[in-house]
């Protein structure tokens, strides 16, 4: 077992080098920014336009890999999104985050959505961690302030999944065409956690951290069910929407959940979010039966997976987690990574074969899952605990 973790550290780092940063870095335009799409073959398509959720990521993943991997060469691309992403995302009159613009960097889709407010300080806050640049730093304070003072709910706890552009009550709130219109939602919390988490160990703020510490007891009471599958819709107080279940956002905020807890340093909640985290892990893992994992899910759950199990190993000494992340990960290896054009395909098509045509780059297809899978296998491989905010 030790020699096929070896093994999965080394692939993992040499697939995040030679297959998935490759392909971004040939996103970037020249012009400023990245492009927001390319075909299945890599093609650009520079009249695309340019998603929120799309330049956070890229930020957040030029950041994160070249703080880890010390590479001038990817922070310099990191630097090339922030500028991009500060001088366009950002909404200069109301606050926050557009949700998309238009090719040429002009806003498009106005709509303030907490999901891309949530990604927005999250990949500033990474970047400040990498750079040392404190423009990043308030910028992703500023929107920490706009979340605090017009999203959040002080009735019922929790943030509105949606406001218009200048911040006042909107009626479609859904954030994809896949998700229903609910004001509150699983998947907009759990990534504002994430980037409360990493706001707060780049400001030490003590505002960041109560809040942070408000969403971890929300994951904990309000959002996880019974049976350790998380609720994905609600109405404002709380109610819970039906809706399937999502494996692959069980096994995420299973490490999420500890990644965070272990970033504020608490041991009260500490204690608490390790309990929920196996809990999470074994509603999670229901994605891999006796044959292997479900070949129906996208990309990203497999990603999840991976890291998640390995967290499963690292913190609760459960070994069934080492041989679970290298199941999966040999079937990422086998079905999903594109080793002729670069990148991972979206997901597998119902004869089992690679969707070999689906968009690689897009609104929604970032190098955020892998990426982040690739340095947490870096990190929990070779010195056990891993933090986005120090090198593996």
Known sequence: MKDRIESLRKEAGDILRHN????????????????????????INPGAERGCVLGSRILWAFSA????????????????????????????????????????????????????????IYALSEYYLATGS????????LIFGTVEARFRDRLNGGYSEALSRDLSPISDMSLSESDINAPKT?????????AYATLYSASHDPEVKEATIKLLHLLKDRITGPDGHLYLYFKDD?????????????????????????????????????NLSLILASAGNGIIGPEGPDPTEE???????????????RFHGRKEGDANALLVWEFIKEKLIDREHGEWYRALLEDGSPDIY????????????????CLQVMSLTTQGPASSDRNP
């Open 20 to 43: 998935i940063l490759p392909f971004w870095e040939k996103m970037r335009d020249p012009q400023g920014g990245f492009y927001g799409e390319a075909g299945p073959d890599g093609t």
């Open 65 to 120: 890999a070249g703080k880890a991997l010390d590479s001038k060469h990817l922070l310099e691309h990191a630097a090339w999104a922030a500028s991009y992403f500060t001088g366009h995302f950002i909404d200069r009159e109301y606050g926050g985050v557009f949700w998309t613009l238009t090719a040429d960097g002009r806003p498009s889709d106005t709509k303030k959505q907490l999901y891309a407010q949530a990604f927005a």
């Open 134 to 141: 404190h423009d990043a730093l308030d910028a992703a304070m």
């Open 186 to 194: 699983m998947n907009s919390h759990l990534h504002l956690l994430e």
């Open 238 to 274: 709380w109610t819970v929407l039906p809706a399937k279940i999502s494996c692959g956002h069980d096994i995420e905020a299973s490490w999420l959940a500890m990644e965070c807890a272990l970033r504020l340093e608490d041991g009260n909640i500490l204690g608490d979010i390790r």
């Open 299 to 313: 990309w990203w759950v497999y990603a999840e997976s991976v890291v998640g199990n390995l967290w499963l190993s």
């Open 358 to 373: 689906s968009a690689k780059a897009g609104l929604w297809k970032c190098p955020y899952h892998n990426t982040r899978m």
